[in-house]
């Protein structure tokens, strides 16, 4: 069953030094509130996982928290590259990260292998691209009825994955509706479930399109309204483009994006400390 | 950016490289009935082939909406325009199991940083791979996209920076070295059957597959197009001249451009 906790008190008992994290988000829903309080309590060598790593990831890189990177497509959409994760592979700042690279249809086929309670899944894909021999988690099955050569990706199981939704109840039963990507997967892949929402209401009500996950396949849900800024929440607020692409001046320079950092995300004690 | 003017009774339109490219993406898409849409000039494309000649295109985009009518142009693949204007939303799982893989897409849009003589795709890396000049976003849905969509359209600015002679990774598969790889790699798509550029259009030779330039936009020559292109550049026996882009045309992407919610 769930527990309604604090966003601090979730964070601190669910993330812990060297998990792998899966936040996702496609575009709508990005737990934006959730990886900056990992960046403040300071977590360190995660293995990050999302098929569309984006703005926040590109904070907790350049704050220095990944060690490695599971991802499909990692670019600020529609505005150009991520300069904190570019900054990371091209010259090792701060530190050096890893990265595991695959197709968005081979990354989902992972999580849906790890709903699943399957070793792998199956996919046409990764034939005669380099993406192939650059990932151990990419192989060739022979499909056992046809004879077909196919690729098999291995399940991943995330320690702890972290996704924003609309709403839940007291009981912790957790409603999305809109974009919801990937979420429904990587949350029954998990190990740990963390689930920020727009609010806590008296009582879901049922929604054309809507996804329910129950409390008891969720471990702590903690209210974090506006938790997906600059990304949105769909029936609460839009996204915010403009903060997009404004992203793009802050992450280009290092001191830019610490002191931005410092004053956005660590309520300057980052400044208090040098 | 250069502007190309052509004059028409009295008229005389000016529109830019990037407006011919989308122009003639958009005419390229008339007849389709399923188009899957990635962001930037595919989906100003396909949204203008929706405002002009093909209404009842169904536009597919990766974060899982199915039949977007977006009224303003979307800065990302989510946007909420395009989820709120849908036929249905779905998930990821879905869209890249059921819709593409499922063989439900007539074509699909891609661009790339590099592209090869057959029309192979680099988004990954400039450089080498472990120590990268350029990191790129990767892979992302491109190479499903090319491996299912019924045909693909591949939208590249034609220079010696794009059009290279062997790719840094390839990410995605046009048809590897030659005509049988695609049947080899069990790839069920057609693959790419039009290459759009800012000089003119290519198209695979129907037997080697070798991209062969077709087409010319207005004012090209063919000489620009060989000295843009580092390998030797096939040209098809009946060279044509894309039409210039007519009013309705102009009118229909600037009537857009000014929905691009730029932010």
């Not at chain 2, 990766?62 to 009518?69: D, L, N, R, V």
């Not at chain 2, 591949?154 to 995605?172: A, G």
């Not at chain 2, 936009?217 to 843009?228: L, Y």
Request: with cysteine.
């Amino acid at each position: 069953m769930a527990q309604i906790q604090t966003l601090a008190e979730a964070v601190g008992n669910l993330v812990n030094d060297g998990d792998c994290v899966a936040l996702e988000g496609f575009t709508h829903l990005i737990p934006v509130a959730a990886g900056q309080e990992i960046i403040r309590q300071g977590r360190r060598d995660l293995t990050l996982v999302r098929l569309t790593p984006d703005i926040v990831f590109d904070q907790l890189i350049g704050m220095g928290c990944a060690k490695k990177l599971v991802f499909g497509w990692g670019g600020n959409p529609g505005v150009g590259s991520l300069h904190r994760f570019r900054d990371a592979v091209e010259n090792g700042w701060p530190h050096p990260l890893e990265i595991e690279e695959h197709s968005h249809a081979g990354l989902t086929n992972r999580y849906v292998a790890g709903a699943s309670g399957l070793p792998f899944a199956v996919l046409r894909g990764y034939f005669g691209t380099d993406l192939m021999g650059r990932t151990e988690t990419v192989k060739q099955v022979v499909c056992p009825f046809t004879g077909e050569e196919l690729a098999a990706v291995a399940a991943l199981r995330p320690d702890v994955t972290v996704i924003h939704a609309q709403q839940a109840d007291h009981q912790g039963n957790v409603l999305m509706w809109g974009i919801t990507g990937v979420n429904k997967e990587a949350v029954l892949a998990a190990e740990r479930v963390l689930v920020t929402v727009e609010e806590v209401v008296d009582r879901l009500d049922p929604r054309p399109g809507g996804v329910l996950l129950p409390t008891w396949v969720i471990d702590a849900v903690a209210e974090a309204p506006g938790g997906t800024y600059p990304s949105y929440t769909a029936g609460y607020y839009e996204r915010d483009n403009s903060a997009y692409v404004h992203w793009d001046t802050i992450s280009r320079d290092r001191e830019t994006f610490l002191t931005w950092m410092d004053e956005h995300v660590l309520g300057g004690s980052m400044a208090v400390g040098r | 950016m250069t502007a190309t003017s052509t004059a028409r009774g009295e008229q005389s339109i000016e529109y830019s490289p990037d407006d011919m490219m989308i122009a003639a993406a958009a005419r390229a898409l008339r007849g389709y009935r399923v188009c899957f849409v990635g962001i930037g000039l595919p989906s100003t494309a396909a949204n203008l082939a929706r405002a002009t000649h093909s209404p009842d295109l169904v536009l597919v985009y990766e974060s899982g909406t199915i039949g977007a009518k977006p009224t303003r142009l979307p800065l990302s693949i989510g946007d909420g325009e395009l989820a709120e204007t849908a036929d249905a939303v779905v998930s990821v799982p879905e869209i890249f199991n059921y819709w593409v893989q499922g063989g439900r897409i007539d074509v699909g849009f891609l661009g790339a940083a590099q592209m090869d003589r057959f029309a192979n795709l680099n988004s990954t890396t400039i450089g080498d791979y472990e120590h990268p000049a350029v990191r790129l976003p990767g892979a992302g849905g491109a190479p499903e996209i090319a491996a299912s969509c019924k045909e693909v359209i591949v939208l590249i600015r034609q220079s010696h920076r794009t059009f290279v002679e062997r790719l840094d990774f390839r990410t995605t598969v046009g048809f590897g070295e030659g005509p049988d790889d695609r049947r080899r790699w069990g790839l069920r798509g057609s693959g790419p059957t039009l290459v759009i550029t800012d000089l003119g259009l290519l198209r695979p030779d129907p037997v080697t597959r070798e991209l062969t330039m077709t087409a010319l936009h207005p004012g090209v020559e063919i000489d620009q197009a060989r000295a843009a292109t580092p390998w030797e550049l096939r040209v098809a026996e009946q060279l044509t001249t894309t039409e210039p882009l007519s009013e309705e045309e102009l009118r229909g992407l600037r009537d857009l451009q000014a929905t691009q919610d730029h932010g």
